[in-house]
């Protein structure tokens, strides 16, 4: 059930709000059901298997473009042998695109013919791609200082670009504003529907690895894949189909680490840092809209947040690539992450299999 985390009033029958009419909360849905059976893979492609999960009406379409099922491959880091997901494999070329699909779809039960978002690329991207799929009308605000890549990506789906002056935050100022005007405004850091797509690679990595894995490293700008996992390995663990969930650690750039902020602080309030350039744009965001959560859902793993310095980014992205992964400066603040983990060994056991997420293709690199 989709309540608002302030005044708990339930999500409304009719219209996409992504704040709460009533008291100006965030929607959230903390809970998801995992259940054992689960549809045959070869009639319902990639995520869509795991449809019974995801809380859509009934009448809500499957808007897919075969997101998920990306590779688990094993690859030796530091004198071990670590598991990287490959989610710089689905579609558009970033793990946005489990969250953009159940999103559409609920968006088209709902007779949305035309939405906004706000992105640095990623997120617009898949956004565009699955609203042009779904044949709604997409119109994106991004940074001006989005990568080139990005914004053709986004044009070329079909949306409109509007490209906005300053910081990352502006853009999503202006996306706020024309929501504010009546638009519907399909975001994926406010609305609540993605995140049962963010939790199916939790169910994939234990479909790959035949287990629970020990330690998750992820980047974190919104945290919505680190909170959709978590859940999605909270809702196995219910299940009973794993014994106990794996930790999680959160990477951010220093250049903006809100999120490390508030973990190290423990305190309600969100350190906000200051807007600056970082070679990781894709987690450049000062204010995390369910912070709170994803702090929560890392601590409760027994996880933690870490931060990768601007140096560190892009000797990261070599490394990976002598690997075989070719991925964007975001997705490669996980190889220090990875590095910070494994030298803890002697403080903290590493637990083990470990898994490194890859998020987004260095193909979109400028």
């Known amino acids: 059930m989709i309540l608002c985390t302030s005044c708990h009033a339930s999500y409304p029958d009719q219209g996409v709000p992504y704040l709460c009419p009533v008291c100006g909360g965030v929607f959230d ?5 995992f259940k054992l059976a689960i549809p045959n893979r070869k009639v319902i492609p990639g995520i869509w298997r795991y449809c019974n999960t995801f809380g859509l009406p009934e009448d809500a379409p499957m808007v897919s473009l075969g997101e998920g099922n990306t590779p688990l491959v094993w690859a030796e880091a530091f004198g071990r042998q670590v598991a990287f997901k490959c989610e710089y494999q689905n579609p558009t070329g970033s ?5 953009s699909s159940t999103l559409t779809s609920f968006l088209f ?6 939405a906004i978002e706000d992105s640095s690329g990623n997120a617009g991207a898949s956004f565009a791609a699955y609203a042009s799929r779904a044949g709604i009308k997409a119109r994106v605000f991004v940074p001006e200082t989005a990568s080139g890549p990005k914004r053709r990506q986004i044009e070329a789906y079909g949306a409109e670009v509007v490209a906005v002056p300053g910081p990352r935050s502006n853009a999503a100022e202006s996306a706020r504003q024309a929501a504010d005007t009546g638009e519907v405004y399909a975001s994926h850091a406010y609305l609540p ?3 049962p797509g963010y939790a199916t690679i939790a169910y994939e990595i234990v479909e790959q690895m035949g287990e629970s894995p020990g330690t998750i490293i992820c980047p974190a700008g919104q945290g919505g894949l680190l909170l959709g996992a978590a859940r999605g390995f909270a809702a196995m663990q219910a299940a009973g189909m794993i014994s106990q969930p794996p930790k999680l650690i959160g990477v951010q750039a220093l250049a903006c680490a809100p999120l490390y902020g508030l ?3 423990g305190t309600p309030e969100l350190k906000s840092f200051n807007d600056v350039f970082t070679l990781a744009e894709g987690i450049r965001i000062r204010f995390p809209v369910r912070a709170q959560a994803v702090v929560q859902a890392v601590i409760a793993s027994r996880g933690r947040f870490v931060t ?6 892009l000797p990261g992205r070599d490394e990976l690539a002598r690997r075989g992964f070719y991925i964007e400066t975001t997705s490669a603040v996980v190889w220090d992450a990875l590095a910070q983990t494994m030298a803890r060994n002697n403080l903290e056991k590493v ?6 997420v890859l998020t987004g293709t260095g193909l979109k690199t400028p």
């Open 29 to 33: 849905a903390p809970y998801l059901t």
């Open 95 to 99: 793990f946005k695109d489990r969250g």
């Open 109 to 114: 039960s709902r007779g949305v013919i035309q």
């Open 193 to 195: 529907f993605n995140l």
């Open 263 to 265: 973990y190290q602080s």
């Open 308 to 313: 990768v310095a601007e140096a560190d980014i």
């Open 351 to 356: 637990l083990e299999p470990i898994v490194v």
